[in-house]
């Protein structure tokens, strides 16, 4: 049985503070008024020059224009300068909101993540995991707090808040926008809220039963609990995918309701399980320093490594595929999804590109690096901070536009979570052996040899 | 000639020939070399041999297929019949890059396949018309042969491939 240690323990309190601290602090700061909106613009644009000489050259041309009209461009000018000082008040306000949203989902992603996996080591019957199931089973018990709390941010986002991450929510913009009007049948709240809980609930049933079968099984005589954990697997991964890619489409694409990718549920789910068996490989790799998980190898480390190796690769894929097809058929309303991107985010979205691919390729191409313990935690955690800023990038170009920093509200809003996530999945470990000690696969898996 | 003879020792079970492998190696016997049927896991392992440098190859072999995609592309579309990709006609290779990332993929795996494998015949001196070297059929099929070199020990070394599970154990001259 797994103690949890008081210092972990208290480390995980630590973040949980820190981080509550940290996002009060930033909700507290993003209250800005007009005027000091406009007071701040002024000042980058006096800083950067370049955009102050744009403006006066914008009003030259509308002063070239004819006599009567001067007048009517003056004001407005004026009119856009208040308009376009609201939209930069309004992202400020938006950021704490999408700090704290793509924090949350982020952790929510790798208990998700780990419970897809879990089931298809079930479903598939794979000799070289079952040792790990104890790991993994602990790691998915944040996902109904972890799924609970990002469909609450969101709601809250729409009701508590100023409609800060979906502007669907919104009646006033719904009112002016055909588009998001045509589409209001699925992207309106009380279907939205159904929709989550559905997700959630199926999710939490599979893991509910799958942990009750399996603690069942270590002492059962016959091998009836594994039989039923194989079938409701089987049947999850069904489910799962079709509630996966539904999810990814209301939680992450719908920020943008106007952009629309068809592999987008597929690339949400690459982030999401390379992200779990990343931090399913720390936590092992964790355990074992503290002199758990006695009957875990290099062996087993080796092939999660090839698991974190080769969803890289595939992430890299869908990314690419996802990318080449917009850029190459050019069409306006797909392509300003990466114009934005490209023009205002172009550090995290090309070092992205570099902390998910270059680096995890190089590092863990070779076979012997796989099973070397502080290799692989130091990829982990490039591959983890890399996934982390690209759930930031599906996120924050919608809500907070050009106005985006990884600051005080970013990392007190992963420290929260991580806490939390720490918290409930090591006393969850607690509740039971690390090892499935009835599991039929349990042998081959204890003597798997790579 | 005395040392130009083998053994020839026999099994039918990849498990037994594993067991039987370790045996002969801890009696620090010679193994020359062993026939099967299908790979059989650890038995390069088992028999001492050097780890293969293959994966080696084989990444050479992909940065070379990448440097060939990239100079061949360039040449292709850029230089010598400028194309206007995707209705964007900048005529520069780094700018139109996403269109040739699925070739400069392809043949990089391309270049590692087809020279892997090609290496691997070579290595293994299998090339077009070559004579087999397999001295029984039946190896090929659901047997397992180990070739030992004899050093006038035959009887001993017989004993133990006997008690190894062997079900059939011939001495054989090499020389003809």
């Known amino acids: 049985m797994y103690t949890f240690s008081n210092k972990l323990r208290t480390f995980s309190f630590a973040l949980i503070i820190l981080g509550l601290l940290g996002v009060g602090y930033g909700f507290m700061t993003s209250h800005k008024s007009l005027e000091e909106v406009k007071t701040m613009i002024a000042e980058e644009a006096s800083a950067h020059g370049g955009g102050h000489a744009e403006a006066t050259s914008h009003e030259m041309v509308a002063g070239t224009s004819g006599e009567q009209s001067h007048g009517a461009a003056v004001t407005e000018e004026v009119h856009h300068g208040d308009e376009h000082a609201e939209h930069v008040q309004h992202q400020i306000a938006n950021r704490p909101w999408s700090a704290l949203y793509v924090a949350a989902f982020f952790f929510m992603m790798i208990s998700l993540g780990i419970l897809a996996f879990y089931a298809i080591q079930i479903a598939s019957q794979a000799g070289w995991s ?135 549920g597929w690339y949400v789910f690459a982030s999401m399980f390379v992200s779990g068996i990343t931090v399913l490989s720390l936590i092992i790799i964790y355990l074992k320093s503290r002199n758990y998980l006695e009957f875990v190898n290099e062996n087993h480390l080796h092939d999660v490594a090839k698991f974190m190796f080769a969803f890289s690769i595939f992430w890299t894929y869908l990314w690419f595929s996802q990318f080449m097809l917009i850029w190459y058929s050019n069409i306006p309303e797909e392509v300003t999804y990466f114009v934005t991107r490209f023009g205002d985010y172009k550090l995290p979205f090309l070092g992205m590109v570099v902390m998910n691919f270059v680096f995890p390729i190089l590092m863990l191409m070779n076979a012997d690096f796989k099973r070397v313990p502080w290799f692989v ?22 809500t907070v536009g050009d106005r985006w920093f990884i600051g005080i509200p970013e990392i007190s809003s992963l420290l929260l979570f991580a806490g939390l996530f720490i918290f409930i999945v090591f006393t969850a470990l607690t509740k039971a052996p690390l090892l499935v000690k009835g599991y039929p696969f349990r042998k081959e898996s204890e003597h798997f040899h790579y | 000639m005395e040392a130009s003879k083998v053994i020839h020792a026999i099994y039918n079970d990849d498990d037994v020939l ?159």
């Open chain 1, 130 to 264: 079952p040792v790990l199931f104890r790991v993994m089973e602990g790691m998915t018990a944040y996902l109904l707090p972890g799924a609970l709390i990002v469909l609450g941010i969101a709601v809250a986002s729409g009701t508590l808040g100023h409609y800060n991450l979906f502007v669907w929510m919104d009646p006033e913009v719904v009112a002016h926008d055909k588009l998001i009007e045509g589409k209001t049948s699925w992207l309106n709240l009380p279907w939205f809220v159904i929709r989550g809980l559905i997700y959630i609930a199926g999710w939490s049933l599979y893991r509910y039963f799958s942990r009750k079968f399996s603690m069942a099984q270590d002492t059962a005589e016959d091998t009836s609990n594994f039989k039923k954990a194989f079938r409701i697997s089987a049947a999850f991964l069904v489910f799962f995918i079709y509630t996966e890619s539904m999810m990814s489409w209301d939680w992450i694409m719908s920020v943008d309701p106007h952009w629309f990718s068809t592999l987008f």
């Open chain 1, 377 to 398: 935690v130091m990829t982990g955690l490039v591959i983890l901070a890399g996934h982390y800023v690209d759930i930031f990038n599906m996120i924050m170009p919608a």
């Open chain 2, 18 to 176: 594993m067991s039987a492998v370790k045996k002969v190696k801890a009696e620090r016997y010679h193994i020359e070399e062993i026939y099967t049927p299908f790979p059989v896991h650890g038995l390069d392992k088992a028999m001492g041999l050097a780890p293969t440098r293959i994966a080696i190859a084989s990444f050479i072999y992909g940065c070379i297929g990448l440097t060939v995609a990239i100079l061949m592309m360039n040449f292709i579309m850029i230089e010598d019949w400028p194309q206007d990709i995707g209705g964007k006609p900048s005529f520069s290779y780094l700018e139109n890059m996403p269109a040739f990332v699925p070739i400069m993929f392809e043949l990089t795996v391309f270049f590692a396949a087809h020279l892997m494998v090609i290496t691997f015949y070579l290595r293994s001196r299998m090339w077009p018309f070559k004579n087999s070297e397999n001295p029984d059929p039946r190896t090929t099929d659901d047997h397992f042969l180990m070739e030992i070199a004899v050093d006038g020990n035959e009887n001993e070394l017989t004993a133990l491939l006997k008690e190894s599970g062997a079900v059939e154990i011939n001495l054989v001259d090499k020389a003809h």
